[in-house]
């Protein structure tokens, strides 16, 4: 099992690196959150352990790009015990959350905890439907080679989308994870941005070939 470690702290690094690797796991590490979602797209970890405050891009937001193109586990180890910070954490789409200082076993119990639901297949940040690409970590959308602008709300809708590949997607699924809440019923927001998107990246907007509507039922990308 392979394990990204990414942490500022050097001795931290190491020490991990050597707990970890003496107990069988093959492990990378990275030290600041630019080179630790480098290290996650060229050699797909199986668990991800992070810390929070990282120089250039936090820990939060790391795991932030990571949800967008995979679901692997992320365990957060943080020397931030507040709960906002947690919770914070949490809701980004960390799997788990362990405050340092903390032992070994107890570090070594979450990750076999955590490996037990680690995804059976492995995900590709960089999604191709005719002549567009999707990259779910830059965030970056290209049709025939020229950027595509879409907006964040666009932007959201279409990675859901993408990253159920050849299921059906509620309506109310998407408002949910789109909007909220408390816009499950308000479907002219989907008819308006799913449009928009298809003017965008559809090769005829009136006939979509990937992004279709499932009449009553929500919506489905397809290849």
């Not at 797909?44 to 932030?64: K, N, Q, Y």
């Not at 990571?66 to 957060?76: E, N």
């Not at 590709?124 to 290209?142: E, Y």
């Not at 408002?175 to 408390?182: A, D, F, M, R």
């Amino acid at each position: 099992m392979r394990i990204l470690i990414a942490d500022d702290d050097p001795q931290m690094l190491r020490a991990l690196r050597i707990t970890l690797t003496a107990r069988g796991y093959e492990v990378e590490t990275a030290p600041d959150g630019k080179a630790a979602l480098e290290v996650a797209i060229r050699t797909h970890p199986d668990i991800v352990v992070i810390d929070l405050g990282m120089p250039g891009l936090t820990g939060i937001e790391v795991i932030e790009a990571l949800r967008g193109w995979t679901q692997i586990p992320v365990l957060v180890v943080s020397g931030r015990s507040e709960s906002w910070d947690k919770v914070e954490a949490l809701d980004a789409g960390a799997d788990d959350y362990v405050t340092k200082p903390f032992s070994a076993d107890e570090l070594l119990a979450r990750i076999r905890a955590l490996s037990r639901r680690t995804p059976a297949t492995t995900d590709d940040p960089v999604v191709t439907f005719g002549d567009v690409t999707v990259d779910l970590a830059a965030r970056l959308v290209t049709r025939a080679g020229e950027h595509v602008r879409l907006t964040p709300t666009e932007w959201r809708l279409l990675e859901v989308l993408l990253r159920s590949h050849d299921k059906l997607v509620t309506r109310e699924t998407l408002l949910t994870e789109v909007w909220g809440p408390q816009y499950t019923t308000d479907t002219g927001y989907l008819r308006l941005y799913l449009s928009q998107l298809r003017k965008k990246l559809e090769p005829e907007p009136s006939k979509p070939r990937y992004l279709l509507t499932e009449a009553g039922m929500g919506y489905r990308f397809t290849t």
